[in-house]
């Protein structure tokens, strides 16, 4: 099938990366961390055949005999790493049947109404070890041992089969994200892949009226842009989390739930406590991010284990260190809640006539002072906090994580560096390498920015600037 073919829908999905502010680990053990979306994003492309294979055969005897006569495949086009790999349908069929080959493989529009799959499928061990060997039988033998890209094809084939059942289709991914770096590259992966693979079934079109209503529609470069609101995207964010399960074993949650949903969150035990949207988030906490990759490669599921063992060896020492994390946390959620709320306030004229009042009393006695009203100096004095406080938080946190065991040297260097120029930094995701956050106040100068990235570039490291937040998972239907 090609990209041309008119039995077929195109949907488009980009999900942003992600940065953990603060609670990176301790949230695994049921503390709350801090996320924020960046502007790397993942984009899928998925062509899909808008028929099932069992509809294409005229006499259908049984599915595994439609299935031997198949000429028909579903291909994965990772185009950053110029991988193509395409299965077979009746080689998918055929290995399916050990795991008892699900209704889902069969359904088809019409049976459906193409309602979306509400009820997501578990990847079990069998079904994982079944998914394994279909994604190796098509592994080139110099790419056999590549683990990243095992379990990517397979998030895929797990996500593709329960969604979509034995369509044909292909389904290209690009990335501006570093993979296994702390970024969220794998739930970004995982949350876009939902999304355009969820796109077919109908999401947007979904019988719950009110859901169709709150769906936001934009325009883009002429494209039609579609953001989706609960509970769509919920359904989104759990196929995503299935997936980043493939990858990662027992993730806590934060990180689909951040590269769907864009924007900032506080998040503890998988429910969203606090949340600032996409575009805000950028506004209410001032200034932008570094992001320093180490270079160093790492695996987040050996460093979650690896802080497991260090708990279990001393469990009442490690508690008070996730407990402080989770505080951090705390006393971020309420230092960006003061100043959103002064800031807003201020700008907004949201004041009462009375307070108002008071503050032109105060003008009046002391006269202005400088260029500032004494509205403009309040909100002055919550940066001043923010900017004072904020980044103790974030060396404090940085130590927490190196009693956690889950620092590098690379990480600490990092830190070092920017340190001499009166930065705060710490290592954001799992550690053990991947990349380092610092954060820059709104009036830091060019010269300075220069001299830092200089510094870090002459160390060996490669660094960007970005900002807080921006939109999650965004949907638009390609042109057939
Ligand atoms: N664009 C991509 N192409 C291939 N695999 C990807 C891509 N993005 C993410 N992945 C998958 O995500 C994994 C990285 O996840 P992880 O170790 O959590 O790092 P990160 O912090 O970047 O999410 C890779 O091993 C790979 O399986
Ligand atoms: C260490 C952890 O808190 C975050 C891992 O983030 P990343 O995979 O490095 O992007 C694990 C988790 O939350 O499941």
């Not at 999905?13 to 996320?35: C, D, I, N, Q, W």
């Not at 185009?79 to 069929?93: G, K, Q, S």
Request: proline share 3%.
């Amino acid at each position: 099938m090609g990209w041309g073919d008119h039995h077929r829908v195109v949907w488009g999905a980009s999900a942003p990366g992600k940065v953990l502010l603060f609670g990176e680990h301790a949230v695994v053990y049921g503390m709350t961390a801090v996320a924020a979306s960046i502007n790397l994003r993942t984009t899928v492309v998925a062509s899909i055949s808008n028929k099932n294979e069992k509809e294409t055969m005229d006499d259908i005897v049984d599915p595994y005999s439609v299935a031997a006569e198949s000429e028909k495949s579903i291909s994965l086009h990772l185009a950053d790493l110029e991988v193509r790999l395409t299965w077979p349908i009746r080689e998918i069929i055929a290995a399916m049947g050990m795991w008892g080959t699900p209704e889902r493989l069969w359904w088809s529009p019409e049976q459906s109404g193409m309602g979306a799959p509400a009820k997501v499928v578990a990847c079990d061990d069998l079904l994982l070890g079944i998914l394994h060997e279909l994604v190796q039988d098509q592994l080139p033998a110099e790419l056999q041992n590549d683990h990243a890209l095992l379990t990517c094809a397979s998030v895929f084939l797990h996500l593709y089969l329960h969604i979509l059942g034995c369509r044909e289709g292909e389904v290209r991914v690009t990335s501006q994200l570093p993979t296994g770096a702390g970024l969220g590259s794998s739930a970004s992966f995982c949350v876009a892949l939902s999304g355009a693979l969820l796109a077919p079934c109908g999401i947007l079109e979904s019988a719950d009226q009110s859901q169709v209503q709150r769906e936001e529609s934009t325009s883009e470069g002429g494209q039609e842009m579609h953001k989706l609101w609960d509970p769509a995207l919920t359904l989104v964010n759990r196929w995503a989390f299935e997936g980043e399960k493939v990858i990662h074993g027992k993730p806590s949650g934060v990180d689909n739930n951040i590269c769907s949903r864009g924007g900032m969150l506080g998040f503890r035990q998988g429910e969203i406590m606090w949340q600032v949207g996409g575009q805000e988030a950028g506004q209410q906490l001032p200034g932008s991010i570094l992001v320093t990759n180490t270079g160093v490669g790492r695996n987040t599921s050996a460093m979650v284990a690896a802080l497991r063992s260090r708990i279990a060896r001393h469990p009442r020492v490690m508690e008070e260190i996730l407990e402080a994390a989770n505080a951090i946390s705390a006393e971020f959620m309420n230092l960006v809640g003061a100043y959103k709320r002064e800031g807003e306030g201020a700008k907004d004229g949201a004041k009462g006539e009375e307070q108002e009042e008071e503050e032109e009393e105060e003008e009046g006695k002391e006269g202005k002072q400088g260029l500032l009203s004494a509205a403009e100096m309040e909100v002055c004095a919550e940066e001043q906090d923010l900017r004072r406080r904020l980044p103790e938080l974030i060396e404090i946190n940085q130590k927490l994580l190196e009693c956690m065991g889950v620092s590098h040297p690379t990480i600490e260097e990092v830190c070092r560096i920017t340190a001499k120029f009166g930065l705060a930094s710490k290592l954001t995701g799992a550690g053990g390498g991947g990349c380092v956050l610092s954060w820059l106040p709104s009036d830091i100068s060019c010269d300075l920015l220069e001299s830092i990235k200089a510094e870090l570039h002459a160390s060996g490291f490669r660094c960007f600037q970005t900002v807080f937040g921006g939109e999650g998972l965004q949907l638009w239907r390609g042109v057939d």
